[in-house]
């Protein structure tokens, strides 16, 4: 099931979802699982926005996700973003395969640093919750685990600054616009 049909079946449920064009026309991805601080969403959509990537939401979300409330909260980008919403894992999970993307995560449990992977124009990067990462089952789903390296004794990098650096990172490699 592609981004479309996903987008079309979580209007139903989850109000209006953009969807603009096709996978193909945007092909890195940003995922988020369930975040829960609504201003590093925002950023990280304004980032999708600007560098010109896809964003994906794993919901739920501990924050109202409509377009109403990120246009309450500011985010005068919504537009410019390419946003598709999942009802869940499972769902992201199901188009995910589907579309036979390689899911990258970004984690402090990993040993492999973000700089020292080889990106693909088909990678999905994906970015857990600010106050838990993911489960398990998600971190056992990825294909790829990564991490950005830190000083000793530090906890973790904002996770719109992490996704920023992976982001930049990915469209260096793959020779994206953005």
Not at 93 to 98: F, V
Request: net charge positive.
């Amino acid at each position: 099931m592609d981004c479309f049909v996903a987008a079309l079946l979580a209007m139903t449920e989850y109000g209006r979802t953009r969807h603009a064009g096709t996978t193909d026309r945007h092909p890195m991805k940003i995922a988020l699982y369930q975040p829960d601080i609504p201003q590093n969403t925002g950023t990280i959509l304004r980032l999708a926005a600007c560098v010109g990537v896809e964003a994906h939401l794993i919901e739920p979300a501990g924050f109202p996700t409509t377009d109403r409330a990120f246009r309450r909260a500011g985010m005068d980008y919504l537009d410019q973003v390419k946003l598709c919403r999942h009802a869940s894992f499972a769902a992201f999970e199901a188009w995910r395969r589907a579309d036979g993307l390689r899911l990258v995560l970004f984690t402090t449990r990993a040993a492999t640093s973000y700089l020292d992977h080889r990106y693909d124009a088909r990678d999905v990067l994906m970015f857990g919750r600010e106050s838990a990462g993911v489960p398990d089952a998600v971190h056992a789903a990825a294909d790829v685990r990564l991490t950005i390296p830190i000083l000793p004794g530090l906890r973790s990098l904002n996770v719109a600054m992490a996704c920023a650096m992976a982001v930049g990172e990915a469209l260096r490699q793959t020779g994206q616009p953005g």
